[in-house]
C-alpha cells in the first residue's frame, strides 16, 4: 500500500510528493540560508528552453520539458531538466549537450545514447519562453549542430509521486512517425506561452542545415532500436583487507 502510494494516476494532489508542507521555521532558515551562500552554479544558469522529449524504450511516452541551461564553454552545456517551469517544478532529469567537435570524438557505443537537436529546432519545437526569437537566433543556428544525452530521473508522466526506479534515457523528436509530437502536447505548450510552432518553423527556415548528423545519435531511426536501464543485484567490490559482515 505504502508503494502504491507513490505512484499516482498523474493528476491532481497525487502528483504532489508525500510528506508534510514545509512550516514557517523551515521557510526561514532557507531564506537565511539563501542570503548567505553564494550558489554560484545555480546562479549560471542562463536560459530557459521549453521542448519536447521522447523515452527512448516507448516512444509513445512524450513529455514537456523544461531545461534552465548552464554554458561552461562553447562546447558544452548542461541542463537541470523540470517538468514545469512554475515554483513547484519537479527536478526530473538532467541533459547534457556538446558540439559536433566533441561528439565526433566520443565512442560509437556511447554515441548511440544521444540525439541530434536540429530538426527540434528547425520545426519550432524547442523555443525560448518570452525571449525574442530575432535575440535567439545566433544561438540557435549554434544549437542545430550539438547532440545532447538526457536521463529521465523522474517519470512524474506516469504520476510518480517520488523518483522510482532507473534513470529512462530520452530521445529528441524528429521527422518520423514514431518520433512526431503529438498534436494535443504541442498546442497545451504553444497556449501557455501564447506562441504558434509553425511559426517559429518558418521565422527558423533560413537556418543553416548542419552539413554532416552523426547516424549514429538518434540510433532508433536507423536500427528501430532503444535503450532500457535495468537494475540488477551485483557483488560490492571489496578493498584489500576490507570484510563485509
Same mark, same amino acid.
Given at each position: 500500500?505504502?508503494?502504491?502510494?507513490?505512484?499516482?494516476?498523474?493528476?491532481? !494532489?497525487?502528483?504532489?510528493?508525500?510528506?508534510?508542507?514545509?512550516?514557517?521555521?523551515?521557510?526561514?532558515?532557507? =531564506?537565511?540560508?539563501?542570503?548567505?551562500?553564494?550558489?554560484?552554479?545555480?546562479?549560471?544558469?542562463?536560459?530557459?528552453?521549453?521542448?519536447?522529449?521522447?523515452?527512448?524504450?516507448?516512444?509513445?511516452?512524450?513529455?514537456?520539458?523544461?531545461?534552465?541551461?548552464?554554458?561552461?564553454?562553447?562546447?558544452?552545456?548542461?541542463?537541470?531538466?523540470?517538468?514545469?517551469?512554475?515554483?513547484?517544478?519537479?527536478?526530473?532529469?538532467?541533459?547534457?549537450?556538446?558540439?559536433?567537435?566533441?561528439?565526433?570524438?566520443?565512442?560509437?557505443?556511447?554515441?548511440?545514447? @544521444?540525439?541530434?537537436?536540429?530538426?527540434?529546432?528547425?520545426?519550432?519545437? @524547442?523555443?525560448?519562453?518570452?525571449?525574442?526569437?530575432?535575440?535567439?537566433?545566433?544561438?540557435?543556428?549554434?544549437?542545430?549542430?550539438?547532440?545532447?544525452?538526457?536521463?529521465?530521473? @523522474?517519470?512524474?508522466?506516469?504520476?510518480?509521486?517520488?523518483?522510482?526506479?532507473?534513470?529512462?534515457?530520452?530521445?529528441?523528436?524528429?521527422?518520423?512517425?514514431?518520433?512526431?509530437?503529438?498534436? !494535443?502536447?504541442?498546442?497545451?505548450?504553444?497556449? =501557455?506561452?501564447?506562441?504558434?510552432?509553425?511559426?517559429?518553423?518558418?521565422?527558423?527556415?533560413?537556418?543553416?542545415?548542419?552539413? @554532416?548528423?552523426?547516424?549514429?545519435?538518434?540510433?532508433?531511426?536507423?536500427?528501430?532500436?532503444?535503450?532500457?536501464?535495468?537494475?540488477?543485484?551485483?557483488?560490492?567490490?571489496?578493498?584489500?583487507?576490507?570484510?563485509?559482515?
Amino acid at each position: 500500500m505504502e508503494m502504491e502510494a507513490m505512484i499516482g494516476t498523474g493528476t491532481g !494532489e497525487e502528483q504532489i510528493p508525500p510528506g508534510v508542507p514545509m512550516s514557517m521555521e523551515q521557510h526561514m532558515l532557507d =531564506k537565511g540560508a539563501q542570503m548567505m551562500q553564494s550558489l554560484k552554479p545555480i546562479k549560471e544558469m542562463s536560459q530557459h528552453v521549453c521542448t519536447f522529449a521522447l523515452y527512448s524504450d516507448d516512444m509513445s511516452r512524450q513529455i514537456e520539458t523544461h531545461h534552465y541551461v548552464t554554458r561552461l564553454n562553447e562546447d558544452f552545456l548542461q541542463c537541470a531538466v523540470y517538468d514545469s517551469d512554475d515554483s513547484h517544478g519537479r527536478l526530473i532529469g538532467v541533459e547534457y549537450i556538446v558540439s559536433d567537435k566533441i561528439f565526433e570524438n566520443l565512442p560509437p557505443d556511447e554515441q548511440k545514447l @544521444w540525439h541530434t537537436h536540429a530538426y527540434e529546432i528547425k520545426s519550432g519545437l @524547442w523555443m525560448n519562453p518570452r525571449v525574442p526569437e530575432l535575440l535567439m537566433k545566433p544561438e540557435l543556428e549554434n544549437l542545430t549542430k550539438t547532440y545532447g544525452k538526457f536521463w529521465c530521473t @523522474w517519470q512524474t508522466d506516469r504520476g510518480d509521486r517520488l523518483p522510482m526506479g532507473a534513470p529512462a534515457l530520452m530521445m529528441s523528436p524528429q521527422a518520423v512517425n514514431l518520433g512526431m509530437v503529438k498534436a !494535443e502536447l504541442l498546442k497545451k505548450r504553444d497556449d =501557455k506561452y501564447n506562441v504558434s510552432s509553425d511559426a517559429l518553423k518558418t521565422s527558423r527556415v533560413e537556418l543553416p542545415e548542419p552539413e @554532416w548528423l552523426n547516424p549514429q545519435a538518434d540510433y532508433w531511426k536507423q536500427h528501430g532500436k532503444g535503450f532500457k536501464i535495468d537494475v540488477e543485484t551485483t557483488d560490492i567490490k571489496r578493498r584489500e583487507g576490507v570484510a563485509f559482515p
